[in-house]
T-cell receptor, first 113, second 115 residues
């Protein structure tokens, strides 16, 4: 079956632009997670959804970062007024419930010039 | 607070040799521990996990890890390295907040296998 997909795979933005990153979780998975992976680092937790409810957004680094999952399926991570320090790979993961194994997508590599 | 330390950002082994990747954790609650593997331009794949019960956990591709509470360690081993094992390996601990396993990752260990 299809795994977690993310689009675009690569995104180049000029500093100050807004970007939107999409995650399509595995069908039927209740939980969805976003992580940020800077170059040479491990992934860092950003936010967590259970269905359409955003239960934890403690990892979002600033109010320029916003995530939504309006129908409890596809999720979008939006970054407003991008800065160079936002350059990273953004990983999405889903799981049947929050306590199960997380299945990761291939990530979106964001480069801010 | 939960955190993970992976000793050695790069490890090189000869094909057929023992693989040992080190992970130490810090957790304020009984930990759930994970090892993930990441191949270039791919997402993370779960190798194995410890939640409760048996402290020696077997995973995919011949890997195993042992949870040692007294040492706060969860080292990953494989008796005989294969060329296909070359990848980045991440240890992670979960905080179990909001009933979910939000994962806290180490900085990773890049494994090189020498023919």
């Amino acid at each position: 079956g299809a795994g977690v997909s993310q689009s675009p795979r690569y995104k180049v933005a000029k500093r100050g632009q807004d970007v939107a990153l999409r995650c399509d979780p595995i069908s039927g998975h209740v939980s969805l997670f976003w992580y940020q992976q800077a170059l040479g680092q491990g992934p860092e937790f950003l936010t967590y959804f259970q269905n359409e409810a955003q239960l934890d957004k403690s990892g979002l680094p600033s109010d320029r970062f916003f995530a939504e999952r309006p129908e409890g399926s596809v999720s979008t991570l939006k970054i407003q007024r991008t800065q160079q320090e936002d350059s990273a790979v953004y990983l999405c993961a889903s799981s049947p419930s929050g306590k199960d194994e997380q299945f990761f997508g291939p990530g979106t590599r964001l480069t801010v010039l | 607070a939960q955190s993970v330390t992976q000793l050695g950002s790069h490890v090189s082994v000869s094909e057929g040799a023992l693989v040992l990747l080190r992970c130490n954790y810090s957790s304020s609650v009984p930990p759930y521990l994970f090892w993930y593997v990441q191949y270039p331009n791919q997402g993370l794949q779960l190798l194995l996990k410890y939640t409760t019960g048996a402290t020696l956990v077997k995973g995919i591709n011949g890997f195993e890890a042992e949870f040692k509470k007294s040492e706060t360690s969860f080292h990953l081993t494989k008796p005989s390295a294969h060329m296909s094992d070359a990848a980045e390996y991440f240890c992670a601990v979960s905080d179990n907040a909001y009933g979910a396993n939000n994962l806290f990752f180490g900085t990773g260990t890049r494994l090189t296998v020498i023919p």
